[in-house]
T-cell receptor, first 114, second 116 residues
């Protein structure tokens, strides 16, 4: 059974804190993604990675960074959390290639920044 | 840039009835993929159905089928014989074909309510 796991389901942080969100997949997928989900806005891509140590900006990378030191793990970092980063964060993974490969999603981390 | 529009924030259906969720998209590409994803309450998002733009035949998966109108850039999802377990957020998504990066562009979602 394929699986994408995220380190926390719920997280509460203070403004200015450095926040780490961890994602692990066990499917040997090359691609990994971080999305932000907000009501009325759908899912917006923050960053993605197609290989270890490789990363590409998505549509809303400002205020975020990522790290991929191992193939199975992709971390999202909020360098200095702000209240407008309160949101649901979804991690996903997929095979690399031009086929109709689906993305497999984690359960999400609901982050509240106070 | 590609965009995906879901104009129905919320839809309701009764058990055993049929419901259609709308999706339109904008692209200048001729080859691409389209997807419908389902996000049940407090559960992980899963793929419902996928369609290759070069295929004229509409995709079907059991009770789920699509109406793909390439010229109109429309990709609606039909759910037949609705069940309580179909209640979820449904997202339409687009992906360019000529890239291995699998980047998806999502719509804003439609919440489907199913009543007994």
């Amino acid at each position: 059974d394929v699986k994408v796991t995220q380190s926390s389901r719920y997280l509460v942080k203070r403004t200015g804190e450095k926040v780490f969100l961890e994602c692990v997949q066990d499917m040997d997928h090359e691609n990994m993604f971080w999305y932000r989900q907000d009501p009325g806005l759908g899912l917006r891509l923050i960053y993605f990675s197609y290989d270890v140590k490789m990363k590409e900006k998505g549509d809303i990378p400002e205020g975020y960074s990522v790290s991929r030191e191992k193939k199975e793990r992709f971390s999202l970092i909020l360098e200095s959390a702000s209240t407008n980063q309160t949101s649901m964060y979804l991690c996903a993974s997929s095979l690399l290639g031009t086929g109709t490969y689906e993305q497999y999603f984690g359960p999400g981390t609901r982050l509240t920044v106070t | 840039a590609q965009t995906v529009t879901q104009s129905q924030p919320e839809m309701s259906v009764q058990e055993a009835e049929t419901v259609t969720l709308s999706c339109t998209y904008d692209t200048s590409e001729s080859d691409y993929y389209l997807f419908w994803y389902k996000q049940p309450p407090s559960r992980q998002m899963i793929l419902v159905i996928r369609q290759e733009a070069y295929k004229q035949q509409n995709a079907t998966e059991n009770r789920f089928s699509v109406n793909f109108q390439k010229a109109a850039k429309s990709f609606s999802l039909k759910i037949s014989d609705s069940q309580l377990g179909d209640a979820a957020m449904y997202f339409c998504a687009y992906r360019m074909m000529n890239t291995g990066f699998q980047k998806l562009v999502f719509g804003t979602g439609t919440r489907l309510l199913v009543s007994p």
